[in-house]
């Protein structure tokens, strides 16, 4: 990857305060003001003994990861391709894989980061521990990091212009936000819309960083779905990715 396209999109990113605050910032406020309400702070048995506070990080850390994949990344990908960077790029030594690679380690480096931001705020402000599995919680974030990207690839795929992207995104966006458990955790769902949102990857992704958070080794089967979905949506990109 060439580091001078890498810091180029960097600076860029910083340059957006609406990016900024939706994805570094907007999941942690929103955990915040969720914890501030004093039944989020209560042992709910529907929950397993959890409070739902508790609960909710795992979400926050979702949904930087679906703010970043699917919002973000096809903006900047789009907004490239339509102001004809990429088209240009072909006549340097710097080719347009560069400066896609470049863009999703930004969007993938600020959602990472945006989750560290909760789990520590969650820790602090609301005394929620940290995962008490680690290594198989930070297994199940880089694979759901690795299915928002993949996913956010295939939208900036079928999308010629700005526009389309953000009406594609926000088709995904709010299946996505239900299937991550944003309005209602997965553990609360009735058994069989449990088990239809668990074969998407936010959905497997919420149940995997649940578990590991609970301190036991993420299912195989979430961490297989969330593998597979990678598979499928970064084969669709490559297939459909138009660089003109």
Known sequence: MN???????FRLFRREPGAVFWIFLFPTLLLVILGSIPSFREADESLGGLRPVDAYVPIAVLIALIMSGVQALPQALTGH???GILRRMRLTPVRPSAL???QMVVQGTVALASALLA???GRLAFDVTFPEQPAGYLLALLL???SALALGSVVSALSRTTKIASAIGTAVFFPMMFCAGVWLP???MPHTLARAVQLTPFGAAARALGEAAAGHWPGWGHLGVLALWTVLLTAGAARWFRWE
Do not use: C, G, I, M
């Open 3 to 9: 580091t001078a396209v890498l810091r180029t999109e």
């Open 81 to 83: 391709r339509e102001r």
């Open 100 to 102: 896609l690679s470049a």
């Open 119 to 121: 789990l520590v705020v």
């Open 144 to 146: 759901a990091t690795t």
């Open 186 to 188: 997965v553990q609360e």
